[in-house]
């Protein structure tokens, strides 16, 4: 049997384009207002072809609000990840405590970030350190539960060798436990910077903060359908680069038994 070409892919994904463009389209008919991919593609052009002016507070490039949210996505997800994954390696290195806290963690996973809102900024009553807290709050649990979970199954031989060569905690940690885990580590971090995408851009909407969410919101005000498909395409594209650069991440630090 014929083994398909390595290139089939692209064919592939091709079709699946143009049947999605064809389908929007026909959908025009249906639904009058519903701006085509022509009218869309105009925009997109019109906004790309300077993505990066500067004319004032409330006027600003869609790559200039792309990078505000980017910068606070990053904060945000750096420090919920580090968070996450000291304490995943307590809780996963202690039985007792990780089944203690389990219940506790999944209740607060489950809650969406967004919900936190209304109580982060009554709390610090600023709207940008609450989008980043929001990021923080979407970023910390699924990559806290992989960690004490990548942690608690880690094989026990791994623990053993490294009692035996009397290697010291910090050392055991960063060697032998985080490698060890750390496929499950990457899966945890892969979910919790999705879910902080998905939470910064009604964050932003919501608080008014620049960033992609603000165009949106500020466009729909604007009565602009044709900007705000162009920015959901916008937050769509962006998010794939960023599970791209961050699964080539994860190949070049995972660890082969």
Known sequence: MRKPGNKGWIVLCLLFLFLFIAGWQISTVSFRDLPGPWPVAETAWYFLSDPFYDNGPNDKGIGTLALYSLGRLTLGFVAGSVAAIILGVILGLNQTLFKAANPYIQILRAISPIAWMPLLLYSVQNSNVTALMVVFMASIWPTLANTAFGVSTIKKDYVNVSNILQMNPISKVFKVILPGAG???????????????????????????????????????????????????????????????????????????
């Open 183 to 257: 496929p499950t580590i990457v899966a945890g971090l892969k979910i919790s910077m999705g879910s902080a995408w998905v939470a910064i851009v009604p964050a932003e909407a919501l608080l008014g903060s620049l960033g992609l969410g603000y165009f949106v919101w500020n466009e729909w005000n604007n009565l602009s359908l044709t900007s705000v498909v162009f920015a959901i395409l916008v937050i769509g594209v962006v998010g794939v680069f960023i599970d791209f650069m961050l699964t080539s991440l994860a190949k070049r630090l995972a660890y082969v038994d």
